[in-house]
């Protein structure tokens, strides 16, 4: 199985901070004797990003992406999925109840823009719940192939 890594994020690719999540997983995943191919750091730039999953799709099995899935306008790692597959993004009712419940139990004050973290791919996807933050990750299946999505925050990632 061929694997391939993609890291969203425009602090990623401007060098404002350190690509932590690289060194965790290419660590991890060839501890786990996962054949780790190809790596890439994309901006917060829907075309792009959507091209590299395109891309990935085209000649690996794995592709795990990490950042994009927060609430704020440049979070579009879900809509770059959705477009890659051809897909539409629902809302899934059960997902928000899991960041209204995140909301409740940190204290903190829900915003609007959250409702954006609980749209998911409309077909082949399943959620991994966030225990740490408001972001859930993906998983998506896409022709025999999968996609796993992951949020760019470190400690929630690793979750």
């Known amino acids: 199985m061929k694997c391939e890594l993609i890291f969203v994020g425009t602090e990623l690719l401007l060098g404002q901070i350190v690509n932590t999540n690289a060194v965790y997983l290419g660590e991890n995943l060839a501890n786990l004797g996962v054949d780790l191919y190809y790596s890439s750091v994309v901006g917060d730039n829907l075309d792009r990003i959507k091209d590299a999953i395109k891309h990935a799709l085209s000649r690996s099995d794995l592709i795990i992406i990490t950042g994009g899935l927060g609430p704020t306008f440049d979070d579009i790692t879900r809509e770059s999925i959705a477009e890659a597959l051809g897909r539409e993004l629902v809302f899934d009712p059960n997902v928000m109840a899991q960041i209204e419940e995140h909301f409740k139990r940190t204290k903190f004050h829900m915003l609007p823009m959250h409702r954006r973290q609980a749209y998911v791919i409309s077909s082949g996807c399943q959620v991994i719940p966030n225990l740490i933050g408001s972001a859930p990750g993906l998983i998506v299946e896409a022709d025999g ?9 470190p400690r929630e990632m690793k979750k």
Not at 145 to 153: D, L, N, T, Y
């Open 145 to 153: 192939k999968w996609i796993i999505a992951m949020p760019g925050v």
